[in-house]
């Protein structure tokens, strides 16, 4: 099987889980990132407070999402990108708790995504003082990016793993893990396939 895989980070308004307001999403195939994508969100309402503290770390301002698509408007375009990769973050139970969360507080039903976090990666890949996303992404030679943007963060999370997956020699993430010691989470999405007349 290819290294294939999708990385995706959010950005939160508040402290709130359910409060994304950016996402990014960086497809690999075989190794190689054949497409990204990344597009600001609407918080669902009544997580929807854009906090000060939030903002500095990432920038969004309230009136920058007025007139972004809501969770709900966005989640299939998400979900279509993704299709049924496993998904790849950096504190991978941060960016799948929103994921839960979101589609929670719009009635929606988020997949069992697997994923795999690139955080745990690092750590078992490289002997840095930090493993915060700048540092590991440099050890995996992604310099210089802007971090707390959400498509800039995906992709150096796609590019921890396959720098990782090229030192342990590991043709896809379930190898990857198995050789690091470490546990996708989730369990594997189907999708189903649509009936064309």
């Known amino acids: 099987m290819p290294l294939d895989f999708t990385a995706i980070d959010f950005e939160t308004a508040n402290s709130s889980p359910a409060s994304a307001c950016s996402v990014g999403l960086v497809r690999v195939r075989g190794g190689e990132v054949v497409a990204q994508a990344g597009w600001l969100i609407q918080p669902p309402p009544g997580h929807d407070e854009f906090q000060e503290w939030n903002v500095r770390i990432h920038g969004i301002q309230p009136e920058d999402v007025l007139t972004a698509a809501?969770?709900?408007e966005q989640f299939d375009r998400l979900c279509d990108f993704a299709g049924t990769d496993v998904l790849v973050a950096h504190n991978a139970g941060f960016d799948l708790n929103v994921l839960r969360r979101a589609s929670e507080a719009t009635g929606g039903v988020c997949p069992p995504y697997r994923s795999l976090c690139s955080l745990q990666v690092a750590r078992k890949?490289?002997?840095?003082?930090?493993?915060?996303?700048?540092?590991?992404?440099?050890?995996?030679?992604?310099?210089?990016?802007s971090h707390h943007d959400a498509l800039a963060d995906a992709r150096a999370c796609a590019q921890i793993v396959i720098d990782?997956?090229?030192?342990?020699?590991?043709?896809?993430?379930?190898?990857?893990?198995?050789?690091?010691?470490?546990?996708?989470?989730?369990?594997?999405?189907?999708?189903?396939?649509r009936a064309v007349a």
């Open 125 to 145: 890949t490289y002997q840095l003082d930090s493993y915060r996303l700048p540092k590991a992404a440099a050890a995996a030679g992604f310099a210089e990016f």
């Open 70 to 72: 809501t969770w709900t």
């Open 164 to 193: 990782a997956a090229r030192r342990a020699a590991a043709s896809d993430v379930e190898m990857l893990a198995e050789i690091l010691g470490l546990r996708l989470g989730g369990a594997p999405v189907v999708r189903e396939e």
